[in-house]
């Protein structure tokens, strides 16, 4: 039977606390377009998607109003390009970018995931041209995203890759140095990379999925930050419990958005990911809960114990609300995107060592993080290793979203937009890495990937 208060209660979370639907994301299998002729790889692949994703922008609007549940993003993952491109020359990548650019307006949605490699043991021919060509495939497009794996921890991280990817990092800031540098917000290093994720820069459809799929993103941050506020001064304990219970409902939430989509849609329901993801508006801040726990600012003594106790009580909460989680499943932290992290950086009570210690007990990782825009490559080689072996050491996801900024430094700010929000530059340390950089090879597998 249906209960007035929990109807009443869903119905404040959306009207006054941001609950939403952060994004339906339809998973397509490029497998069946492979062919030795560019251009008819080319044709195959955006038939294919906009055959496969045709009703996806309206069926979202219709369980809009049906439901009364906003729906954010409209998304598009497929299967990494790499693995559909092969040996194609960077030129072709980039058309094949152009290609996904093509289908994703003519179907209306918001981005397209899936341009990217895993070369977390070594790099294919393929892969390596794929990387060399981001820079020009996200400087000539602006929904396609990329993303990158470079480690995992059963086959520990590929520095060369790790390299490699710092230098593309630069190379796509500079090519969009008109306009802040906005690649780079499009662009995700990944360890241990999730292949069912709905969330952008990082969404792609893994090999092992069906030939469709709808994976679909909740988000309520100011959900749990408006209980918590109300419960007030209780232990631990009960903290931890209405955290799970609130997860519980906006999981149910995104569960029913996923069944209906997939029914609609004709494709499989794949997973609902926990993610409390944040955006810039004011009380829709993963900061802001755990400042409501009692911090005074985030980033203060006691911030990752905080987030450590959210992070585990959202994902109890949720796989009690739905039998397929995945994706990414946590609370993330992306600096541009919550107002709370931004103020907590502008007063100076965040720094990126603490962001960085923080990633160790949450998704995702160092995330929309805007620096300065002389930096070396090396040095975002050096931010990347170190956020990569947080995550194969912990065997966990992990990644690196920075944004070198041209022509702006510490003091200044960068004004992305819409959900990417605005961010202070951050400083990042002044001291080398590029001979650490520079040895190349792999950093071994952890003793505990040694499972079989």
């Given at each position: 039977m249906l209960n007035t208060a929990d109807i009443l209660e869903t119905i404040q979370m959306i009207r006054e606390e941001n609950l939403d639907i952060r994004t339906v994301t339809m998973g397509i299998s490029l497998f069946d377009c492979l062919s030795d002729d560019p251009k008819r790889l080319?044709?195959?692949?955006?038939?294919?998607?906009?055959?496969?994703?045709?009703?996806?922008?309206?069926?979202?609007?219709?369980?809009?109003?049906?439901?009364?549940?906003p729906i954010i993003n409209r998304r598009v993952s497929v299967t990494p390009i790499s693995y559909v491109g092969g040996g194609l020359s960077p030129e072709c990548y980039v058309r094949l970018a152009e290609t996904l650019e093509r289908a994703a307006v003519e179907l209306g949605i918001n981005f397209i995931g899936g341009f990217g490699a895993h070369v977390q043991k070594g790099m294919m021919p393929g892969a390596k041209n794929l990387i060399e060509a981001i820079p020009e495939a996200l400087s000539v497009t602006s929904r396609v995203c990329s993303s990158v794996n470079v480690a995992t921890t059963k086959a520990g991280i590929n520095m060369d890759a790790v390299r490699l990817m710092g230098e593309t990092v630069m190379k796509t800031a500079y090519l969009t140095r008109d306009n802040d540098s906005i690649g780079c917000a499009k662009l995700v290093v990944f360890a241990n990379m999730p292949e069912d994720n709905p969330f952008m820069a990082g969404a792609v459809h893994g090999i092992g999925e069906p030939d469709t799929v709808i994976n679909v993103g909740v988000s309520g941050p100011g959900v749990v930050a408006s209980a918590i506020k109300r419960a007030g001064d209780v232990d631990f304990s009960e903290l931890a419990d209405i955290v799970k219970k609130i997860a519980f409902k906006i999981t149910r939430v995104g569960q029913l958005i996923a069944y209906e989509a997939s029914r609609r849609l004709g494709a499989p329901y794949g997973i609902v990911d926990l993610s409390l993801a944040p955006t810039p508006a004011q009380g829709d801040s993963v900061a802001r809960i755990l400042e409501n726990m009692g911090l005074e600012r985030c980033g203060t003594h006691g911030t990752t114990a905080a987030l450590a106790l959210l992070n585990d009580a959202v994902k109890k909460g949720g796989v009690m609300a739905s039998s397929h989680v995945g994706g990414l499943s946590g609370a993330f932290i992306p600096v541009s995107e919550d107002a709370g992290l931004i103020e907590a950086v502008e007063v100076g009570a965040l720094s990126i060592e603490k962001l960085e210690a923080m990633t160790a007990v949450c998704s995702v990782g160092l995330d929309m993080?805007?620096?300065?825009?002389?930096?070396?490559?090396?040095?975002?080689?050096?931010v990347i290793a170190d956020e990569i072996s947080i995550g194969v050491v912990n065997n966990k996801t992990t990644a690196v979203r920075l944004v070198p900024v041209y022509g702006k430094g510490v003091g200044e700010s960068v004004e992305f937009g819409g959900l990417l929000g605005h961010a202070p530059i951050m400083p990042l340390s002044g001291?080398?890495?590029?001979?650490?950089?520079?040895?190349?090879?792999?950093?071994?597998?952890?003793?505990?990937?040694?499972?079989?």
């Open positions: 080319e044709e195959k692949i955006y038939d294919k998607i906009t055959r496969s994703a045709k009703n996806l922008v309206s069926v979202c609007a219709e369980l809009e109003r049906t439901y009364g549940i993080i805007a620096v300065p825009g002389d930096i070396s490559a090396a040095t975002v080689s050096g001291f080398s890495c590029e001979r650490f950089i520079g040895r190349g090879g792999r950093i071994p597998a952890p003793i505990h990937s040694l499972r079989n």
